[in-house]
């Protein structure tokens, strides 16, 4: 009998300790952290749809993974990555603010042996980058000075020409891209500058340097801020003869910028008529096109960007080699990278490009 107890009493313990053990695993398993994301902000529309983006792609994998933003500074994203690092992630995707500031963060990520996708933004200046993904930035550039060559009325017409931040590598390559095309079209006349004393002088540079580039960058930058762009124009406008408006052309680096420029070059009685670029197929500015207020957005299908993001850090998870197009310098090594094709939407094909492709709802939109 006593034999008989101590038989069930030692069963009722390995039972009782298997019980924790599987308690345990679960805990830990369900609680594990493989990839943290870190994105710049969540006050611009894009980085709240790649957001969601990323949460649907995410349903897809066994793995688990954290998404925190770092709202423009620097210092908030090296404390997001060393909150991630903590909980033990294995893959870091990450979108700076500022390229050349977040190599500090990822140099951290990478001592503890992360490995780092630097994603839609290039990190710079460091070798604690692993792979890039990215849409072609120089191609969005291109797309968009195409565009405003399309359309273009006649000879002398004004070009006002704005960008992104300077603190972001992907400012300059959509500039390049777009003076690549513009320049000449400047050249012959097609286009005369109307805001940037510093493009004038360097009208007839068919490849701009980089410090060529940073001198015209840093006269029109509009910091990816809806509102310095604002200022910016009215600055712009203001100071315009007669000679500088009627029947312009302008180079916005992205829908937020691109909404804000547009509603001053609008209100300016001057102003006979504008073909205005964008970029990411804001909601708001895809609203704007169907009404005639912005010529064009460069759609990027965030869906596809993060599908290769996800793709890349679930294949290092999985112990595979990630499938890369080409490569990027970021200043200190060559970053293998995959490339998305982009896609140009204006008023005739925003149904098929944004609708069609479920990318957006007819329902999110009037005019359509």
């Known amino acids: 009998m006593k034999k008989s107890l101590k038989a069930i009493s030692l069963a009722l313990t390995v039972i009782m300790l298997s019980i924790l053990v599987a308690a345990c695993n679960s805990s830990n398993s369900s609680g594990k ?26 349903k897809d994998t066994k793995y688990k993974t954290e998404i925190l933003f770092s709202q423009g500074s620097p210092a908030k994203e090296k404390e997001n990555v060393e909150t991630l690092i903590n909980k033990g992630i294995k893959v870091l995707i990450i979108c700076p603010p500022d390229g050349d500031a977040a190599a500090a963060a990822v140099e951290a990520a990478r001592k503890e042996g992360i490995k780092v996708i630097s994603y839609d933004r290039l990190i710079t200046n460091t070798d604690a980058v692993d792979y890039y993904v990215t849409f072609d930035s120089v191609a969005v550039g291109a797309a968009q000075a195409q565009y405003l060559v399309d359309h273009a009325k006649g000879s002398g017409q004004p070009l006002y020409l704005y960008a992104g931040a300077a603190s972001d590598n992907n400012a300059f390559l959509f500039f390049e891209g777009a003076w690549n095309v513009l320049q000449p079209k400047i050249a012959d006349g097609t286009f005369k500058i109307a805001n940037s004393s510093e493009a004038e002088a360097l009208k007839d540079t068919v490849k701009l340097s980089r410090d060529q580039m940073s001198k015209i960058i840093g006269q029109v930058t509009t910091n990816w801020d809806a509102n310095e762009a604002k200022n910016k124009a009215q600055t712009h406008l203001t100071a315009a003869g007669a000679d500088q408006k009627g029947d312009v052309v302008i180079l916005a680096p992205n829908d937020g910028t691109s909404r804000s420029i547009a509603d001053v070059f609008a209100t300016d009685s001057a102003v006979t008529s504008y073909v205005i670029s964008g970029q990411d197929a804001d909601k708001a500015s895809v609203q704007y096109i169907i009404d005639g207020k912005q010529s064009m957005t460069v759609f990027k299908d965030v869906r596809t960007l993060v599908k290769d993001a996800m793709g890349m850090a679930v294949a290092i998870l999985d112990g595979k080699t990630p499938e890369t197009t080409g490569s990027y310098p970021n200043g200190a090594i060559d970053v293998k990278a995959k490339q998305t094709d982009v896609i140009v939407v204006e008023q005739s094909n925003v149904k098929q490009k944004l609708i069609d492709s479920g990318y957006y709802q007819a329902s999110e939109f009037t005019g359509l």
């Open 33 to 58: 952290i493989s990839v943290g994301i870190v994105l710049p902000t969540k006050d611009e529309e894009r980085w709240v749809q790649d957001e969601q983006r990323f949460k649907d792609a995410i």
